[in-house]
């Protein structure tokens, strides 16, 4: 393989092949389809879904090849892009802001159920963006953490009576220390080894969530688990007198429930996001970033590799329990079907796609991931495709993220944009 772009007749060929390659992989999934009749299941042939798949593949296929040969390249051009990016950021950032804080004023309770979840992700998102964005550690178990906030709070409050701003906090904190636990033993893992172990992580947590029934319930998980007051005010119906729609002399609605919560999680995302953007102006996030550009030369540098691992760890897995009680709150019942691998991966899709140590970045991911699912929910049994299409593309056309360029921690006179090309992703 030179790596050269391929020529009109080669591109062709390969297209061609693509599509041939499509042809066998969708013949069964979309060119036949189950029906359900009077005497069982009857096999019905779909040659035109198929047919447009097939075509779909073919022109995509042979669009990227062409697009590789005369789109621009080098670090000039690059930088210059990454710049452009991080400057229309600077408008984007604060309109996405004010949409999210007035979304409630005109969104009903579909949006606001989709407001909030795409914001526990986006949470999530930033949380994990200091461990992998930042630090360079790859980790697939993250969920792990999220469910040990979850667990925390949800078994806090139901057996001691505790409420949940008392609880938030303490959530956070156990599920630092255990990321700080998972820290250690993969101090000398780097890469797919250190994948391998956080994933089995994640896989322990949830076995051990099923299995521990005397205190988890098991299967069943815990129910009946308090919800957020505001200043000791309850957002429900009975009309007493410590309730959020009497106090206020308000009819009772059960949206005023679903709009507080929609403003806690969104308080909580920007307090992430926040103490993250501050973090990485500080010396420890500057000893990330060294990090994640070569472990090797960082430990040249006197930077003490262990702590600085295990603070990222830590970090990571604090916000990431913040968003554990909050979803325990929210639902009012977990169990360890919540928690399984399919969120870690799609936290990983969330940081990924929109560009490895982006803020930015991670918020849009979350919305297009997030927010287009729903939009596509009509559709389910072409969602998951779409998804995973949309997916393939856009890792494609951008492999970096969707905000891919860097703004340096600290410069020496003017900050410059880093294009993607020149920063190292990190291999942890």
Known sequence: MSGRPAGPAAALRDAALSALVALGLFAGLIGLHLVPTDNGLR???????????VLAVFVGRLLLLTWQRVRPSGAP??????????????????????????????????????????????????????VVGLAGLLDLGYVAFYAVGAYSYALLATNFHLGFWTLLPVSGILAALWGVMLGFPVLRLRGDYLAIVT?????????????????????????????????????????????????????????????????VILALALLTNWVSLRLRRLPLGRAWEALREDEVACRALGINVTITKLTAFGMGAMFGGFAGAFFATRQGFISPESFNFMESALVLSIVVLGGLGSQLGVALAAVVMIGGSELFRDFDEYRMLIFGLALVVMMVLRPRGLVAGRTPSIALGARREIAAELVAQGRG
Do not use: C
Not at 228 to 251: I, M, Q, V
């Open 77 to 130: 051009a690059t930088r210059r892009l990454a710049e452009a990016v991080t400057h229309a950021g600077r408008y984007v950032a604060p309109v996405f802001l004010l949409a999210a804080v007035a979304l409630p004023l005109y969104g009903g309770r579909y949006m606001l159920d989709t407001g909030i979840l795409v914001l526990t992700y986006v949470m999530l998102g930033w949380g994990l963006t200091i």
């Open 43 to 53: 096999l019905v042939g779909r040659p035109w879904a198929l047919a447009i798949v």
């Open 199 to 263: 994933l089995a992580f994640g896989e322990i947590i949830r076995v051990v969530l099923i299995n521990w029934t005397s205190l988890t319930g098991g299967s069943n998980g815990i129910t009946d688990i308090p919800r957020p007051t505001l200043f000791g005010l309850k957002f429900n119906g009975s009309g007493d007198p410590d309730t959020f729609a009497t106090f206020f002399h308000l009819p009772y609605s059960v949206t005023q429930r679903f709009v507080f919560l929609y403003y």
